[in-house]
């Protein structure tokens, strides 16, 4: 079982900056990734870092945001750069199995944490 807890949301201008944390333990062995749920939307990944630190992003996000992970202390970061209303959401990190080399579903979730960009 993997315990994780996101932080850092807020509210922020367009064109602004915010940095999201998710604490678990022992993320070294799993696929993390975050996700985002605006309201009336279904939830979308925006990006993924695998264990062997292969990172994807969606391609609204390219660019602007960066995921990373720091093993010792077990967290996982989302770098948010100019930021639009329409990243306004709520934002979950994941842990996923890592088998075969690839990642697999992602079956444990943070609390969520919420994201608003005004213009």
């Known amino acids: 079982q993997v315990q994780l807890v996101e932080s850092g949301g807020g509210s922020v201008q367009a064109g602004g900056s915010l940095r999201l944390s998710c604490a678990g333990s022992?993320?070294?062995?799993?696929?993390m990734g975050w996700f985002r749920q605006a309201p009336g939307k279904e939830r979308e990944g925006i990006a993924t870092i695998a264990v062997n630190s292969t990172i994807s992003y969606a391609d609204s996000v390219k660019g602007r945001f960066t995921i990373s992970k720091d093993n010792a202390e077990n967290t996982l970061y989302l770098e948010m750069n100019s930021l639009k209303p329409e990243d306004t959401a709520i934002y979950y990190c994941?842990?996923?199995?890592?088998?075969?080399?690839?990642?697999?579903?992602?079956?444990?979730w943070g609390q969520g944490t919420q994201v608003t960009v005004s213009s």
């Open positions: 022992g993320l070294s062995r799993y696929c």
């Open positions: 994941a842990a996923g199995s890592w088998w075969l080399r690839r990642c697999w579903e992602y079956v444990y």
